[in-house]
């Protein structure tokens, strides 16, 4: 059987093949499964067995085969179906008055929340009315792994004009999403919520809000791919090896030049993230589709306990969030719940979802995602019925909350229903983070790197290093992890600072072949990403 995921793009062989191990300090170069950078150290992980070091001669599980179906089995299906269709195409959506061309599920700029229950069978038939290849990635959901969504690891990409049903079983219940998961476009509007209901959720809230954070260029006088090329023409088109970009061609004079407008304007700095935050400068961000001058109310009595499901999709923005006039009671984190823990603000890194309570107050009150590290800022308002509608809501992203109690998810815990059984480890592996010689090329280096394997039933732990000057949100596809450094703190996506060394743990059950990558969209499409692999 052929080692999975051995597909490296052409954009990242043109981004990373001229690099040398002077380039990273390395003592040799090549390329992992995912084609990210990898660097051998020599080392051999403890407790890995001597398989690792030939991975042509390994029995690897691939998403056809008959294990990934039995753990489908035993999920434990509920007997409900929910269905959903969704169609990915070319629409113009209102921004504000800023009418804008891009790609979206039915014609939003974000697409329709899709709820479900715990254990309910999900189906979806998904019609590409695009003129590129896509998928759908159902992200923070333990799902079968030949419906992940991830092409060409678990899927061929959805073609042109051809339709693709997913069906899987939801086990996870909590605040996730869905997006597309080829090159760039979930930077246009290809996203959204994903809820699963908890039928034993015990948070007592009275009311539910999703509110989903988003950066915006698309249709601005550019586009993603015009950006991805103003960072590095090497990977331009936004392929990076994973397919689903623009058309082929080249990029338009005008979207480049606005492109690199962005991409020079500095980069944020916060101290919460541990230096630099990104390198674009959106025009334009968003929360469930509208601007700040456009806003869609949460409207809720005077007196409830309301939910907010905040889940960030942007692409490359971190953001604090903030009620004004309202603390914020953390209650979970990536769908797992967290021991309550009060707040007046909170920092969502990419990818990342939290649930917050709030009580609400009688008036209008701005809610406010302000970037993190630099200008720029997405907001509504929560209102009572009782409440006159403000029409200066728009408060201009600043409010007291966002300077209060900042609480970082390495203060959360986990509550004991959710953590991790402690046991012995069978596999334990090192990767670095970095970035090459100062390029805009990210990657992962190391001997494990390239070599993520494990069989079903393993606790396998990763020690991610941060070696680069920026903060990478790191994921895992078909798992959810514990955070040993956070008290066991259990998500699917952790944010890693520049110079810190973090480790994951999660329990190898569920088998296939799944990414594991950078949740900065414009990272992984330069490198960042690498395999994990089951093996018989």
Same mark, same amino acid.
């Given at each position: 059987?052929?080692?999975?995921?051995?597909?490296?793009?052409?954009?990242?062989?043109?981004?990373?093949?001229?690099?040398?191990?002077?380039?990273?300090?390395?003592?040799?170069?090549?390329?992992?499964?995912? $084609?990210?950078a990898?660097?051998?150290?020599?080392?051999?992980?403890?407790?890995?067995?001597?398989?690792?070091?030939?991975?042509?001669?390994?029995? /690897?599980?691939?998403?056809?085969?008959?294990?990934v179906?039995?753990?489908?089995?035993?999920?434990?299906?509920?007997?409900?179906?929910? @269905?959903?269709?969704?169609?990915?195409?070319?629409?113009?959506?209102?921004?504000?008055?800023?009418?804008?061309?891009?790609?979206?599920?039915?014609?939003?700029?974000?697409?329709?929340?899709?709820?479900?229950?715990?254990?309910?069978?999900?189906?979806?038939?998904?019609?590409?009315?695009?003129? =590129?290849?896509?998928?759908?990635?159902?992200?923070?959901?333990?799902?079968?792994?030949?419906?992940? %969504?991830?092409?060409?690891?678990?899927?061929?990409?959805?073609?042109?004009?051809?339709t693709?049903?997913?069906?899987?079983?939801?086990?996870?219940? %909590?605040?996730?999403?869905?997006?597309?998961?080829?090159?760039?476009?979930?930077?246009?509007?290809?996203?959204?919520?994903?809820?699963?209901?908890?039928?034993?959720?015990?948070?007592?809230?009275?009311?539910?809000a999703?509110?989903?954070?988003d950066?915006?260029?698309?249709?601005?006088?550019?586009?993603?791919?015009?950006?991805?090329?103003?960072?590095?023409?090497?990977?331009?088109?936004?392929?990076?090896?994973?397919?689903?970009?623009?058309?082929? %061609?080249?990029?338009?004079?005008?979207?480049?030049?606005?492109? +690199?407008?962005?991409?020079?304007?500095?980069?944020?700095? @916060?101290?919460?993230? $541990?230096?630099?935050?990104?390198?674009?400068?959106?025009?334009?961000?968003?929360?469930?589709?509208?601007?700040?001058?456009?806003?869609?109310?949460?409207?809720?009595?005077?007196?409830?306990?309301?939910?907010?499901?905040?889940?960030? =999709?942007?692409?490359?923005?971190? /953001?604090?969030?903030?009620?004004?006039?309202?603390?914020? #009671?953390?209650?979970?984190?990536?769908?797992?719940?967290v021991?309550?823990?009060?707040?007046? #603000?909170i920092?969502?890194?990419?990818?990342?979802?939290?649930?917050?309570l709030?009580?609400? &107050?009688?008036?209008?009150?701005?809610?406010?995602? &302000?970037?993190?590290?630099?200008?720029? /800022?997405?907001?509504t308002?929560?209102?009572?019925?009782?409440?006159v509608?403000?029409?200066d809501?728009?408060?201009?992203?600043?409010?007291?909350?966002?300077?209060?109690?900042?609480?970082?998810?390495?203060?959360?815990?986990?509550?004991?229903?959710?953590?991790?059984?402690?046991?012995?480890?069978? +596999?334990?592996?090192?990767?670095?983070?970095?970035?090459?010689?100062?390029?805009?090329?990210?990657?992962?280096?190391?001997?494990?790197?390239?070599?993520?394997?494990? &069989?079903?039933?393993?606790?396998?732990?990763?020690?991610? &290093?941060?070696?680069?000057?920026?903060?990478?949100?790191?994921?895992?596809?078909?798992?959810?992890?514990?955070?040993?450094?956070?008290?066991?703190?259990?998500?699917?996506?952790?944010?890693?600072?520049?110079?810190?060394?973090?480790?994951?743990?999660?329990?190898?059950?569920?088998?296939?072949?799944?990414?594991?990558?950078?949740?900065? =969209?414009?990272?992984?499409?330069?490198?960042?990403?690498?395999?994990? +692999? /089951?093996?018989?």
């Amino acid at each position: 059987m052929r080692p999975p995921g051995a597909v490296l793009g052409r954009r990242r062989f043109l981004a990373l093949g001229s690099l040398g191990a002077g380039a990273l300090g390395m003592s040799a170069l090549g390329f992992g499964a995912a $084609g990210c950078a990898t660097a051998s150290s020599g080392t051999q992980p403890a407790g890995a067995g001597a398989e690792n070091g030939a991975a042509a001669d390994l029995d /690897y599980i691939s998403p056809a085969d008959p294990e990934v179906a039995a753990a489908e089995a035993a999920r434990g299906w509920n007997g409900t179906v929910a @269905s959903f269709a969704l169609a990915a195409g070319v629409a113009t959506v209102d921004l504000g008055g800023r009418l804008v061309d891009t790609w979206t599920y039915g014609g939003r700029a974000v697409a329709p929340e899709l709820r479900v229950r715990r254990g309910d069978r999900l189906d979806a038939a998904v019609r590409n009315d695009l003129h =590129a290849d896509t998928t759908v990635h159902w992200h923070g959901i333990r799902i079968r792994n030949d419906m992940d %969504g991830a092409a060409p690891v678990t899927q061929a990409a959805i073609a042109p004009g051809t339709t693709f049903d997913y069906s899987f079983v939801v086990p996870d219940p %909590g605040t996730h999403w869905y997006h597309s998961h080829s090159g760039l476009q979930a930077d246009r509007g290809l996203f959204g919520a994903l809820i699963v209901e908890d039928p034993d959720d015990r948070t007592g809230a009275d009311a539910d809000a999703v509110l989903v954070l988003d950066d915006w260029l698309d249709g601005l006088g550019t586009t993603p791919d015009a950006v991805l090329t103003a960072l590095n023409p090497a990977i331009s088109g936004g392929h990076g090896g994973h397919g689903g970009g623009a058309a082929p %061609g080249a990029q338009p004079a005008g979207d480049l030049d606005v492109a +690199r407008q962005l991409v020079s304007a500095g980069h944020g700095d @916060s101290a919460a993230l $541990g230096g630099m935050t990104q390198h674009i400068a959106y025009p334009l961000h968003l929360i469930n589709g509208r601007p700040p001058n456009d806003p869609t109310p949460v409207v809720a009595a005077a007196g409830q306990r309301v939910r907010l499901r905040i889940v960030n =999709a942007a692409a490359e923005t971190p /953001y604090r969030f903030a009620v004004a006039g309202h603390e914020l #009671t953390i209650v979970a984190a990536d769908g797992f719940d967290v021991q309550p823990t009060v707040a007046d #603000t909170i920092v969502v890194g990419m990818a990342q979802r939290y649930d917050v309570l709030v009580t609400v &107050k009688s008036g209008v009150w701005p809610i406010v995602a &302000k970037v993190e590290g630099r200008p720029g /800022y997405a907001s509504t308002v929560l209102r009572t019925p009782d409440a006159v509608p403000m029409a200066d809501a728009d408060v201009g992203g600043a409010i007291p909350e966002l300077g209060g109690r900042l609480v970082a998810e390495s203060a959360l815990r986990p509550v004991e229903a959710v953590r991790l059984d402690p046991r012995e480890l069978d +596999r334990d592996y090192r990767i670095e983070l970095i970035q090459a010689g100062g390029r805009y090329v990210w990657g992962m280096a190391g001997t494990d790197a390239g070599r993520l394997v494990m &069989k079903q039933g393993e606790r396998v732990r990763i020690t991610m &290093k941060n070696s680069s000057t920026m903060w990478h949100p790191m994921h895992t596809h078909g798992h959810t992890f514990a955070v040993g450094a956070y008290g066991g703190l259990r998500r699917d996506t952790v944010n890693v600072l520049p110079g810190a060394e973090l480790a994951i743990e999660f329990d190898a059950d569920n088998p296939g072949e799944w990414m594991f990558h950078c949740h900065n =969209a414009y990272h992984f499409e330069a490198g960042m990403t690498a395999n994990l +692999r /089951y093996i018989r």
